[in-house]
């Protein structure tokens, strides 16, 4: 089981640049509205911070999240050096497990540029007054972005933000929870309330989707802010004190085989769908599993961000962990279908159970806790594969559900378990009919970084020597 600050050092990753990081570089409208509106918080910033945006950054993160932490018992410990993570000669452990997270989700282009575009006192330019985000494949394609923002929908935006963080921190706090557990508690369901809820309320306040580099403007801040929490699994449990940590961790690729064999023996449409929709539901629940007990950041391909199967299981954990009421779900769920109601013109996340959106493989980035191995990570993937396939083609069929997966799944999506359903009569005719080659064991492949990492360099050094 990760420790207490796993989760919380997430949080940080969220936070390391601020979603107007553009509006700041380029001193548009808005480029200080941290300062200017919480301005007696800057001193709650380490002095030493060099950068404007992380200036903003910083007070954004005590403002919504540290200021509500700082009064819970046995917690301010854990908070108090938090804006060391902006400060570039820190040898803290926030800031080098952030700091090398956002590094390893940097893109690639932006470690050549800094190299391109380097002056003579040995700093590089890192900003371009260019304005415009480009289709990463088709680059013709692209709109140009408004990057000033006024002050009435930043704090629509912000408030609303924190109505949500500080009534989930209370709600734990206030709980019978044995105070022991607590503290890890309101950090993981911080976490994913953060990571859940954080890009979808930027777009509902209809809020600029910013760049991340204007040198390489076909990736948002918030595809780097979601990366570099994802890259931090593999930082975390690296205990060196250099700057940049090395990757320390697996990369795991989940496989069903023979999936064109199941679905190429519909003889129907009905049929078609039915199959295509178990395989997606088993794989959907074994990594379920891993989004608990590590976060839905691990979660590569597809991803969990605008994921309606992810947004149905996340509000129910948060609710069943009593982080939320009704009433928090219900504003929380308007602004989640809103957004996907825009991208798909389905308004409610749970109609998506009926769509087998999720492939037959996934990948993952999983950390290395102390004593793991890919063997023991392979059969706990295995593991929970079982209890997924034992849900959706024993348990779900039958109208009882005897597992906590299954009663999740069920709660979730409130799933009617009644012999009238049509969708429940469809599942059983395919678990009976893919039940056996269902059970064969599916493809894991679980990669060990630290087994391959000096491989990979030595190659990559042979590729770049070539191209010059």
């Not at 910013?210 to 948002?220: G, H, I, L, W």
């Not at 395919?430 to 630290?450: C, G, H, T």
Request: net charge negative; aromatic share 14%.
């Amino acid at each position: 089981m990760v420790d207490d600050n796993f989760f919380l050092y997430k949080i940080y990753a969220l936070f390391h640049d601020p979603p107007h990081k553009m509006t700041v570089l380029l001193e548009r409208q808005g480029h200080e509205f941290f300062r200017n509106t919480y301005s007696n918080m800057i001193n709650y910033c380490d002095s030493k911070i060099e950068n404007m945006h992380e200036i903003e950054a910083c007070i954004m993160l005590y403002y919504l999240i540290i200021n509500q932490l700082i009064s819970i018992k046995g917690v301010k410990g854990d908070v108090n050096n938090f804006s060391k993570i902006y400060v570039k000669s820190s040898k803290a452990k926030p800031r080098l497990c952030v700091h090398s997270a956002d590094v390893y989700a940097s893109e690639f282009n932006r470690w050549v540029l800094n190299y391109l575009y380097i002056n003579k006192k040995g700093k590089y330019k890192y900003l371009f007054q260019y304005t415009s985000f480009h289709n990463m494949f088709n680059p013709d394609h692209s709109i140009e972005i408004d990057y000033n923002i006024s002050d009435d929908k930043f704090r629509d935006f912000v408030e609303k933000f924190k109505e949500f963080i500080t009534d989930l921190i209370q709600r734990i706090n206030n709980s019978s929870l044995p105070s022991n557990e607590k503290k890890f508690i309101i950090f993981k369901s911080l976490y994913f309330l953060v990571y859940t809820i954080y890009e979808p309320l930027w777009i509902y306040h209809n809020l600029p989707v910013e760049v991340e580099d204007s040198r390489a403007p076909y990736y948002t801040i918030f595809d780097h802010l979601y990366a570099s929490a994802a890259m931090f699994n593999w930082v975390y449990y690296n205990n060196t004190k250099s700057k940049i940590r090395e990757p320390k961790g697996f990369y795991a690729l989940i496989d069903i085989p023979g999936v064109q064999e199941i679905i190429n023996s519909a003889r129907k449409a009905s049929d078609y769908w039915a199959g295509s929709w178990t395989l997606s539901m088993i794989i959907w629940l074994t990594v379920w599993q891993l989004i608990k007990e590590y976060g839905p950041d691990i979660l590569l391909a597809p991803t969990a961000r605008f994921n309606p199967l992810y947004y149905a299981m996340v509000l129910n954990y948060l609710k069943r962990e009593g982080a939320i009421d009704d009433n928090l779900m219900k504003e929380i769920e308007k602004i989640l279908n809103t957004i996907l109601g825009e991208l798909s013109e389905i308004n409610d996340y749970r109609k998506f159970l009926k769509e087998p959106i999720i492939p037959a493989t996934v990948s993952l980035i999983l950390p290395k806790e102390p004593g793991d191995c890919s063997i023991k990570v392979e059969q706990k993937i295995l593991e929970y594969y079982k209890n997924a396939y034992d849900c959706i083609v024993k348990d779900i069929p039958t109208g009882e559900p005897q597992t906590e997966l299954c009663k999740e799944f069920v709660e979730a999506f409130n799933i009617n378990l009644s012999r009238d359903n049509e969708l429940l009569d469809a599942i059983v005719k395919e678990a009976e009919k893919y039940a056996d080659k269902l059970l064969i064991r599916p493809a894991i492949y679980v990669i060990d970084i630290d087994e391959i990492k000096d491989e990979i360099e030595d190659d990559l050094i042979k590729k770049v020597s070539k191209s010059f």
